[in-house]
């Protein structure tokens, strides 16, 4: 069995792709003005970051 995959998405693809984009920006923007934390995904981790995050305001000796 031959399988072809594609590296870039057809137009309607890229299209979706871009305003799922728009949409995460949209929304981390938000959380980022209301003071929330986000949960993002850096280097295979997932990655807490704002002042109201969990383990934020523990102190480390």
């Known amino acids: ?3 072809k995959l594609k590296t870039t998405p057809s137009p309607q693809g890229q299209k979706q ?3 799922l984009r728009q949409a995460v920006g ?18 295979g981790k997932p990655v807490i970051k704002g002042e109201d995050a969990p383990g934020a305001n523990e102190n480390t000796f």
């Open 17 to 19: 792709l871009e305003i």
């Open 26 to 43: 949209k929304a981390l923007e938000k959380k980022r003005r209301l003071g929330q934390y986000t949960v993002t995904w850096q280097d």
């Open 1 to 3: 069995m031959n399988v």
